[in-house]
């Protein structure tokens, strides 16, 4: 008897399993390519597509929109899943990608997204280390997050940054209460107080975010039209909704913050293909928890910074642009000291001729008989 009972459980136990095990993958860590309208780089996502990747070829993906080969150990078939996301022309990649991760959030990366532009979405499985296949040979810049933040309340540099943030998300900011004020596209508002840790930090998030943004763009245009074209990564880890999940739980301020979180990389994606003429793509990649093959992702570049030969172009584009400027300066001084002297000699010569006796020049004159 104790035998039949056990056989009827066991089905029941299979049955449990599978419902925990697709709980929990569908908890997992996700991550959204988002594509521009005016440039596409990315295929569009059909039902029937696999919509999962491992970190491998999530990273192997990003080193193809950079401009890069992937990496040579990279199986045929994560090559097939590459090609299901990525256009297949190797002459037009963006070499630009905007890499945004959002730490520990209970949120899936639908919560962070708008649906506007093209948007290829997935699920890493595997807990493999990322391998992006680069080089320090490779000519590539990474633009990473400020995480020195001044965080301590009250300070001047901390009230400014927070009014400029507030004015970028067309909010306000009341120093006097240090309270930051952001409308929301519901109608309502979040009010982040900055006396409290886990709003403060929500705050510092978003203020990586501008920053990063701004920097990004500064790099861009400081490299646009020059000798050497490097690729640029642009890497902003988020921290704020962990920080306020650990503070509130499962309140109403979360969905606020998930929604301030989704206008903030909406308008600084937005910034960024007009600055970049479409040319760079986004990634938004939601953890559950924390993980160090996730984190490899981004860090797998950090060590490259500007690579040597991007170093030696940057310090030869420099000494050229001081030999060109002295070369201009020495120019115009000649031209301006021609022109004074050829100006003096025009106005000595008026005079010398306004001067002459009015009398008959003998040379002229010498074989002319007069009646």
């Not at 256009?87 to 649906?115: C, G, K, T, W, Y």
């Not at 992006?132 to 940054?161: A, F, P, W």
Request: aromatic share 4%.
């Amino acid at each position: 008897m104790a035998r039949r009972h056990l056989l009827l459980l066991l089905p029941l136990l299979a049955l449990a399993f599978s419902v925990a095990v697709a709980s929990a993958e569908g908890q997992g860590d996700s991550a959204a390519f988002i594509d521009g309208a005016s440039h596409r780089y990315l295929r569009d996502q059909q039902d029937d597509q696999a919509t999962s990747m491992s970190l491998d070829e999530v990273s192997a993906a990003v080193s193809v929109l950079l401009g890069f080969a992937p990496p040579a150990m990279l199986p045929s078939q994560s090559s097939a899943k590459l090609n299901k996301v990525l256009l297949p022309n190797p002459f037009d990649r963006p070499r630009a990608v905007f890499l945004m991760q959002i730490d520990e959030s209970h949120a899936s990366v639908d919560s962070f997204i708008s649906e506007a532009g093209s948007i290829f979405k997935t699920k890493i499985e595997g807990a493999e280390n990322a391998a992006t296949g680069l080089t320090d040979k490779d000519e590539l810049i990474v633009i990473r997050s400020d995480e020195s933040l001044d965080v301590q309340s009250g300070s001047d540099s901390l009230d400014n940054e927070l009014s400029d943030l507030a004015i970028w998300l067309e909010g306000s900011y009341q120093k006097t209460d240090g309270k930051l004020n952001i409308p929301l596209e519901s109608g309502n508002s979040l009010t982040l107080l900055v006396s409290k840790n886990a709003d403060l930090e929500f705050a510092s998030s978003l203020i990586s975010l501008l920053k990063t943004i701004k920097r990004g763009i500064q790099v861009h245009e400081d490299f646009s039209g020059g000798i050497v074209s490097p690729a640029e990564l642009l890497v902003c880890h988020f921290t704020g909704i962990k920080a306020l999940e650990g503070e509130y739980g499962s309140a109403e301020i979360i969905k606020q913050g998930a929604e301030v979180v989704r206008m903030a990389l909406t308008k600084a994606f937005d910034q960024l293909q007009a600055a970049y003429n479409g040319k760079i793509v986004g990634l938004v990649i939601s953890t559950n928890e924390a993980s160090t093959s996730l984190a490899s992702i981004i860090d797998a570049p950090s060590s490259l910074h500007i690579s040597r030969r991007l170093a030696e172009a940057s310090k030869t584009n420099a000494s050229a642009s001081a030999s060109i400027a002295a070369i201009i300066l020495v120019r115009l001084s000649l031209a301006w000291t021609t022109g004074i002297i050829l100006l003096i000699s025009t106005l000595i010569g008026i005079c010398l001729l306004m001067n002459m006796p009015l009398t008959r020049d003998t040379l002229l004159y010498s074989n002319v008989k007069l009646d």
